[in-house]
């Protein structure tokens, strides 16, 4: 069951630290300033990436995030760039993409910025949640997926890598949504929305999102693995707006058995060096078998569930970016 796994996992193991050579590698890290995406960038410059690109929502706090890179890896000054992304915006989201199918080459990027928050907003014309954490994160996903093949098309033996950061917690919910007949305007609904367990949902559907994508792409050659990560509880900054109850038995189980945002970090990393294997898979304590995946996802409702989900998300990606579906 995913909870023992995880249980299990955070008291009893550690994410292994990463070996892998970078050289020559161009990495992007999305929400990447502070947590895990911080964390990530700094092992992928202890590896020795030639390049690594930072997005970020605030420039400014890339830039100090960047100085204080600098200071642990010297290498920093000239590999680190940073740029702005926002995920609450389609159009920052198609900006960014733009900018990255101008790079010569990109080796891997891992798509880790995310939301947590009960307090009710709109982005875009839908749940804020909904928004950064589904919608957003699979334009970007499309977007960046044709700069992933032209690399692969030129640099025959690298294999791309595209890491969606996920979560334990899609398991956690009945996700009764799916019941009605529009997934999305039942949560762009208000009165009727359940913010309590919001970021669980999200994070369900944005696995069924890779995971649509990866059966579509498992056959495309060249070829470009896809795949999510759950970096498991880390000491990060993803739950700071969470309050009452909620606030209180996040900060119990942080104190119980959470690892550091080094540790979590490695995670990231480790999916981005995971394989061919590890396409569609969702990748859990830094290894490739779906342990710690929810059964429904690959049950027969599960299956409907994400065709269905995947119908009505690609019908509002056609609406932000014509012809993306072609992708």
């Given at each position: 069951?995913?909870?023992?796994?995880?249980?299990?996992?955070?008291?009893?193991?550690?994410?292994?630290?990463?070996?892998?050579?970078?050289?020559?590698?161009?990495?992007?890290?999305?929400g990447?300033?502070?947590?895990?995406?911080?964390?990530?960038?700094?092992?992928?410059?202890?590896?020795?990436?030639?390049?690594?690109?930072?997005?970020?929502?605030s420039?400014?706090k890339?830039?100090?995030?960047?100085?204080?890179?600098?200071?642990?890896?010297?290498?920093?000054?000239?590999?680190?760039?940073v740029?702005?992304?926002?995920?609450?915006?389609?159009?920052?989201?198609?900006?960014?993409?733009?900018?990255?199918?101008?790079?010569?080459?990109?080796?891997?990027?891992?798509?880790?910025?995310?939301?947590?928050?009960?307090?009710w907003?709109?982005?875009?014309?839908?749940?804020s949640?909904?928004?950064?954490?589904?919608?957003?994160?699979?334009?970007?996903?499309?977007?960046?997926?044709?700069?992933?093949?032209?690399?692969?098309?030129?640099?025959?033996?690298?294999?791309?890598?595209?890491?969606?950061?996920?979560?334990?917690?899609?398991?956690?919910?009945?996700?009764?949504?799916?019941?009605?007949?529009?997934?999305?305007?039942?949560?762009?609904?208000?009165?009727?929305?359940?913010?309590?367990?919001?970021?669980?949902?999200?994070?369900?559907?944005?696995?069924?999102?890779?995971?649509?994508?990866?059966?579509?792409?498992?056959?495309?050659?060249?070829?470009?693995?896809?795949?999510?990560v759950?970096?498991?509880?880390?000491?990060?900054?993803?739950n700071?707006?969470?309050?009452?109850?909620?606030?209180?038995?996040?900060?119990?189980?942080?104190?119980?058995?959470?690892?550091?945002?080094?540790?979590?970090?490695?995670?990231?990393?480790?999916?981005?060096?995971?394989?061919?294997?590890?396409?569609?898979?969702?990748?859990?304590?830094?290894?490739?078998?779906?342990?710690?995946?929810?059964?429904?996802?690959?049950?027969?409702?599960?299956?409907?569930?994400?065709?269905k989900?995947?119908?009505?998300?690609?019908?509002?990606?056609?609406?932000?970016?014509?012809?993306?579906?072609?992708i």
């Open positions: 069951m995913p909870l023992r796994h995880e249980l299990h996992s955070q008291l009893f193991t550690r994410p292994p630290v990463p070996t892998a050579d970078f050289s020559g590698k161009t990495i992007i890290v999305t990447s300033n502070v947590g895990l995406g911080k964390e990530a960038v700094q092992h992928f410059l202890r590896l020795k990436a030639s390049k690594v690109i930072m997005a970020v929502r420039v400014r890339g830039e100090d995030a960047k100085i204080e890179i600098t200071k642990n890896y010297k290498t920093a000054a000239s590999a680190l760039e740029w702005p992304l926002d995920y609450s915006n389609y159009a920052s989201c198609q900006d960014f993409a733009a900018k990255v199918a101008t790079l010569g080459r990109v080796d891997a990027v891992v798509l880790n910025a995310g939301i947590a928050t009960e307090e907003e709109l982005f875009e014309g839908h749940e949640q909904v928004t950064v954490n589904v919608i957003s994160t699979t334009l970007l996903m499309l977007l960046i997926l044709p700069t992933l093949y032209a690399t692969a098309e030129k640099y025959p033996s690298v294999t791309p890598v595209l890491t969606v950061v996920g979560s334990g917690v899609h398991a956690y919910t009945k996700f009764p949504e799916r019941e009605n007949p529009k997934i999305f305007d039942s949560m762009d609904d208000k009165k009727i929305s359940r913010m309590g367990d919001r970021y669980q949902v999200t994070k369900l559907m944005s696995l069924f999102a890779v995971r649509e994508v990866a059966e579509k792409t498992a056959s495309k050659r060249p070829f470009v693995i896809i795949n999510t759950n970096p498991g509880l880390c000491y990060t900054e993803l700071r707006s969470a309050v009452g109850g909620t606030a209180v038995a996040m900060g119990v189980m942080k104190a119980m058995m959470a690892w550091t945002a080094e540790e979590g970090g490695r995670t990231l990393v480790f999916a981005s060096v995971a394989g061919q294997e590890s396409h569609g898979v969702f990748i859990s304590g830094s290894k490739i078998p779906n342990t710690g995946q929810s059964k429904f996802v690959t049950s027969a409702e599960g299956k409907r569930t994400q065709k989900m995947w119908g009505e998300l690609a019908e509002i990606l056609e609406r932000i970016q014509p012809g993306i579906s072609a």
